[in-house]
């Protein structure tokens, strides 16, 4: 049966929600692409199922609220409130771009940029355990770092741990000279750029040195049980299941521990399998545990970093559809 519903948007310019040229309302129809969808002026009109249709309004309602809030919106904004409908409620929510988590050096504010890094800090409200699964420069580090920083601030917990592989990225560095510090740095550097940020130097250089904040590859980790703290584990796509499991059992009383990975880059051997990979796999109906998935959307780098992972995403996509073609000629 098809249906049609007549939408008025008489109380916002229309170039604001249809674009220049109608490329916004373009890119909408691309979509949704089982509604007929024509817009006159402030009428639009929509045909098709209506199961279809009652969608649409759902969505463009976020999307009309967003525009009615800040005055424009773009693709991207436009795909993360259609993808992320689901969590309408963090965009009706007054504190979702005023939030501050913390106050960084030179009076930066440090807050949640995207519908999911302000998933994580609700989630990190309400479960002890999340994981942060996305593609580089979508934040969830840095949110995560944000996240424990502020927990320190309010005495919520007594330390932070940060730790991370000591896994090469597809390169052979040799032999790195100094002492145990000073080779492991390198692999840890992203953190403490995050932390710098985010704590005077002076007070950044008191923490670690009295072990409030500490910084540590993933090996040492073993045998411990962390009370108190908030620990990030950063790159978790490399770590095997059995250290990621080790991971995971560290967790003590008042502990809250963050996992954040991207699964398309694995730099293990192709002899070791992904411990994340399996963790999501297993996890995810544990009560206590969310996994949050963060995709090119998120991404607060330069704007060419996002394309640059559609881009490799189609590839791998394509490469994935050609293996299983050779595979089904070769039965």
């Known amino acids: 049966m098809v249906a049609e519903k007549i939408i008025s948007i008489d109380f916002l310019n229309p170039v604001d929600v249809y674009g220049v040229n109608n490329v916004l309302l373009d890119f909408l129809k691309k979509l949704f692409p089982k509604i007929k969808i024509v817009a006159r002026g402030e009428i639009i009109k929509l045909n098709g199922e209506p199961d279809e249709i009652e969608l649409f309004e759902e969505k463009f309602s976020l999307i009309l609220k ?13 795909l993360q409130l259609i993808e992320e409908g689901i969590h309408k409620t963090i965009y009706e929510k007054e504190d979702f771009h005023n939030h501050v988590l913390i106050h960084g050096k030179n009076g930066m504010l440090v807050k949640a940029r995207t519908v999911n890094q302000f998933r994580m800090v609700e989630s990190c409200a309400n479960n002890d355990l999340i994981f942060a699964i996305g593609p580089a420069g979508c934040g969830k580090t840095y949110t995560a770092v944000a996240l424990a920083v502020r927990a320190l601030k309010n005495k919520e917990i007594k330390k932070i741990i940060l730790t991370r592989p000591a896994v090469e990225a597809g390169e052979n560095l040799g032999f790195l000279p100094g002492d ?4 492991l740095d390198p692999y840890l550097q992203p953190l403490y750029d995050a932390l710098r940020d985010m704590i005077p130097p002076a007070k950044l250089k008191n923490y670690m040195e009295d072990g409030t904040i500490e910084i540590a590859p993933l090996a040492y980790m073993r045998g411990r049980t962390l009370d108190n703290a908030f620990a990030i584990l950063d790159e978790a796509q490399n770590a095997t299941e059995n250290q990621l499991k080790m991971f995971l059992t560290r967790m003590g009383k008042s502990a ?4 954040t ?3 398309t880059q694995i730099d293990l051997p192709k002899s070791k399998s992904s411990g994340l990979i399996l963790a999501i796999r297993i996890l995810n109906d544990i009560k206590g545990i969310e996994i949050i998935y963060l995709n090119e959307t998120d991404i607060v780098r330069h704007k060419l970093v996002s394309e640059i992972v559609k881009a490799y995403a189609k590839e791998h996509e394509l490469n994935n559809y050609e293996n299983l073609t050779n595979k089904s000629n070769q039965l």
Request: glycine share 8%.
């Open 66 to 78: 967003h525009v009615e809030k800040y005055g424009k919106i773009t693709e991207s904004n436009m």
């Open 180 to 183: 145990m510090k000073e080779k």
């Open 256 to 259: 809250k521990f963050f996992v």
């Open 261 to 263: 990975g991207d699964i």
